[in-house]
Structure formats: C-alpha cells, structure tokens
C-alpha cells in the first residue's frame, strides 16, 4: 500500500520518527448515471472561476502538466494512461481536491491536458457552455463517426477522482469514443430499463470492455 500511495500518504516529511497516520478515505458514492453524467455538485465552480479565460489560456495550462511530468507526455491517447495512474495516486492522498489552491491549479492542468489530448486527436475545439443552473462549463467540441460530441472534461476528471474507479479513466473514456462503444453504450442505456440489475450489467459492460482495451 505504501507503495502504491507513497510514503507522505502515512509519514510526515518533517517527523519521519512519528507514528504513521492511517490515509483517508471517502467513502461517498457517485451514481453510475448516464454516460454524460455531472457529480453530486458542480465541480466547475470550485475549479475553473473563469470559463472564457480558461479556454484560451487550455494549451499552456496544458503544457504545465507536460512540465510535471518531465515531458514525458505528448498528447496521444496512450499518454493518458500515466495520467490516469497519477490522479489515482493523488486522489487516495487528497480526498478533496478543492481545498488547497495548489491542488485546485493541478485539476486545471488536468482538465486542459485532456482537453488537448481530444482536441488534437478528434479534431475537436474548444468551448464554453452554460449547464443547467447557469454555471459555464468549458467544452471540447468534436465529431465521432460523423455524430458531434459535447466532452465535459471538468466533469470528467471530477468523477474520476472522487470515485477512483478505473473504469472512469481519461484514458478508457477516448477509447470508448473513438472506438464507437460509447455510442453504442448510450443508445444501450436508453432502451433499457435503470434498474440495480441494469446498472450492474453495465458496469460489468465497462469493465469488460477496460479489460479488453
């Protein structure tokens, strides 16, 4: 466990000799939802303050994630796997990513990264859209199989970090959009009936589906 979450998950830097602390975790669930889901509230406030801005200033907010990562990333969809592995690792030592600013500057690189990663491998633009409450939401707008997609990268991160499923990685969500299998599991969701037994059959249809990719 150590391992995987790292040494300042259960030591202090400043007090190595002090006794470990246990890690926290939260154990607030996140329904499974529709594929185009927005978690319990409307993570955008608390990250992105300025839509417009956010928008034009994506690529070198991008970029300072690359930087993170000793230019290790190059907007392909396999680079989003380290990410998704580091959002992993950080989410289990930051439960709430919203409350130190540092953090809140992370989850905005986060969220122009996988903007640009879209961007550039599904010719998609940037966007900004107001949801439901009024709150604006920067977008990548793009097209997949000649059918025009709406990407909620905010949303996304937001869910992927407060669940921790790896199901809900950046990396298998472009590999369902650009395979199709996010379409076809869309138009599988509405004809059928939301029930336990239903979400169970999909969550067993996206891990399937991880397993395989």
Same mark, same amino acid.
């Given at each position: 466990?150590?391992?995987?979450?790292?040494?300042?998950?259960?030591?202090?830097?400043?007090?190595?000799?002090?006794?470990?602390?246990?890690?926290?975790?939260?154990?607030?669930?996140?329904?499974?939802?529709? #594929?185009?889901?927005?978690?319990?509230?409307?993570?955008?406030?608390?990250?992105?303050?300025?839509?417009?801005?956010?928008?034009?200033?994506? #690529?070198?907010?991008?970029?300072?994630?690359?930087?993170?990562? @000793?230019?290790?990333?190059?907007?392909?969809?396999?680079?989003?796997?380290?990410?998704?592995?580091?959002?992993?690792?950080?989410?289990?030592?930051?439960?709430?990513?919203?409350? *130190?600013? @540092?953090?809140?500057?992370?989850?905005?690189?986060?969220?122009?990264?996988?903007?640009?990663?879209?961007?550039?491998?599904?010719?998609?633009?940037?966007?900004?859209?107001?949801?439901?409450?009024?709150?604006?939401?920067?977008?990548?707008?793009? *097209?997949?199989?000649?059918?025009? @997609?709406?990407?909620? #990268?905010?949303?996304?991160?937001? *869910?992927?970090?407060?669940?921790?499923?790896?199901?809900?990685?950046?990396?298998?969500?472009?590999?369902?959009?650009?395979?199709?299998?996010?379409?076809?599991?869309?138009?599988?969701?509405?004809?059928?009936?939301?029930? #336990?037994?239903?979400?169970?059959?999909?969550?067993?249809?996206?891990?399937?589906?991880?397993?395989?990719?």
């Amino acid at each position: 466990m150590i391992t995987h979450l790292g040494r300042d998950a259960f030591f202090e830097k400043r007090y190595p000799a002090k006794r470990c602390r246990a890690p926290q975790f939260t154990f607030e669930q996140v329904s499974f939802g529709r #594929p185009i889901e927005v978690v319990m509230s409307d993570p955008v406030t608390e990250t992105i303050p300025d839509a417009q801005c956010f928008v034009q200033e994506a #690529p070198l907010r991008a970029e300072a994630l690359v930087q993170r990562f @000793h230019g290790q990333l190059d907007y392909s969809v396999a680079s989003l796997n380290p990410v998704d592995s580091f959002i992993l690792k950080k989410s289990y030592r930051h439960a709430d990513p919203w409350a *130190k600013e @540092h953090s809140r500057l992370l989850l905005q690189e986060l969220v122009a990264y996988y903007g640009e990663v879209l961007r550039r491998n599904l010719e998609g633009r940037w966007d900004v859209v107001a949801v439901r409450g009024g709150n604006l939401h920067p977008v990548v707008i793009c *097209k997949i199989n000649g059918h025009r @997609h709406v990407e909620y #990268p905010v949303t996304r991160i937001a *869910k992927f970090w407060l669940g921790r499923e790896r199901a809900d990685g950046l990396a298998v969500r472009l590999y369902l959009l650009q395979s199709g299998e996010w379409r076809r599991l869309e138009q599988y969701i509405k004809s059928a009936d939301q029930d #336990p037994a239903w979400l169970r059959k999909a969550r067993a249809w996206v891990d399937g589906f991880v397993r395989r990719s």
